[in-house]
C-alpha cells in the first residue's frame, strides 16, 4: 500500500479524489484496528482501489450480494469474523419496495427517483428489479431517511421495509454461452469470439477506446485476459471469460464465454 500511487492509477481529477477518499478510510481503519469502509464502487473504481492497495488481510469487497456488481470496500479488524458483513450491523442494508405489479418500473425509474431524493450514487449499490418489487442496497447511514421519505419512483407508490440481506431476490442474468477455440487469449481474439466479430473490427474497438476490463479502459489489443475477466465494448455489451480450459489437440485454447443479454 502506496498512497504516492494515486497520481499513476488515476486517469482524472476525479479518480484522485476517490482514491484519496478510500485510502483515508481503509488505511484508518487498519491503523486504527477498527471497522471501516468505504461508499459503493463500480467495477472500474473497484479495480483502481486494488491497484491502490493491494489485497491486506482483512479487506472485503462487499455489496450485499456474492454477484454484487456495486461493491463497497469492507476493512474488518481480526476480532471480526466475516460474517460480519452480513449481520444486522452490516455496513450494506436491503431495502424492498413493494407496488402494483401492473406498473413496469425499471432500474433507471428507481435509480432517478433515488437521484432526486438528494441520494449521491456511492450511497447505492446495485437495484435488482422484478414483478411488483425491487430490492436494493444502500449503505446504512440513508437507511433510515429512506424509510421515512421515499415512497414513490415517477407516479407509481410503493411500501418501502427493510429485509435481511439472505432474504433479497436477485434476477438471474441473461446470458448466452458460447464455446470455442482460440489461438491465444488475447484481448482482440476474445472480444472477437465473444461478440462474433472479426479480428480485424474487434481490433478496431480496441485502438478506438471502447474496450474496457474489469471496469479499465484498455487500448491494447495484444493484452492477455485471464479467467474471470469481463470486457466491456462500448455499443455493443459486455461478456465474460467465464472460463480458460486445455488446449485442443490443434494446439488451440479452449473457452467458455458468457455474453450479457
Known amino acids: 500500500m502506496d498512497r504516492n500511487n494515486i497520481d499513476k492509477i488515476a486517469q482524472t481529477g476525479e479518480d484522485r479524489m476517490l482514491l484519496a477518499k478510500v485510502w483515508d478510510k481503509v488505511s484508518a481503519g487498519i491503523r486504527r484496528n477498527i471497522p471501516a469502509h468505504t461508499g459503493f464502487l463500480s467495477p472500474r473504481e473497484l479495480e483502481m482501489a486494488r491497484l491502490l492497495l493491494g489485497e491486506p488481510e482483512g479487506l472485503y469487497r462487499f455489496g450485499g450480494y456474492p454477484e454484487a456488481e456495486r461493491r463497497m470496500l469492507v476493512y474488518l479488524p481480526e476480532y471480526l469474523e466475516e460474517n460480519a458483513l452480513i449481520e444486522e450491523d452490516s455496513p450494506v442494508v436491503c431495502l424492498r419496495a413493494v407496488y402494483y405489479e401492473g406498473d413496469a418500473l425499471s432500474h433507471r425509474d428507481f435509480l432517478g427517483a433515488l437521484m432526486g431524493a438528494g441520494i449521491t450514487r456511492e450511497c447505492v449499490g446495485d437495484i435488482c428489479v422484478g414483478k411488483g418489487s425491487c430490492d436494493f442496497f444502500v449503505t446504512e447511514e440513508i437507511a433510515s431517511y429512506l424509510l421515512q421519505s421515499f415512497d414513490s419512483a415517477g407516479r407509481t407508490r410503493f411500501r418501502l421495509s427493510r429485509i435481511p440481506l439472505k432474504d433479497a431476490q436477485i434476477p438471474e442474468p441473461e446470458v448466452k454461452i458460447i464455446k470455442d477455440t482460440l489461438a491465444s487469449l488475447r484481448l482482440?481474439?476474445?472480444i472477437s469470439a465473444g461478440f462474433r466479430v472479426g479480428r480485424s473490427a474487434a481490433a478496431e474497438y480496441v485502438n478506438a477506446g471502447?474496450?474496457?476490463?474489469?471496469?479499465?479502459?484498455?487500448?491494447?489489443?495484444?493484452?492477455a485476459a485471464i479467467q474471470g475477466d469481463k470486457i466491456s465494448i462500448r455499443g455493443l455489451g459486455k461478456i465474460r471469460l467465464a472460463q480458460v480450459n486445455g488446449q485442443?489437440?490443434?494446439?488451440?485454447?479452449?473457452v467458455i464465454i458468457e455474453r450479457y443479454v
Do not use: E, F, H, M
Open 210 to 223: 471502447r474496450a474496457s476490463i474489469n471496469g479499465l479502459p484498455c487500448t491494447k489489443c495484444d493484452k
Open 248 to 254: 485442443t489437440k490443434k494446439g488451440r485454447i479452449s
Open 188 to 190: 482482440d481474439a476474445v
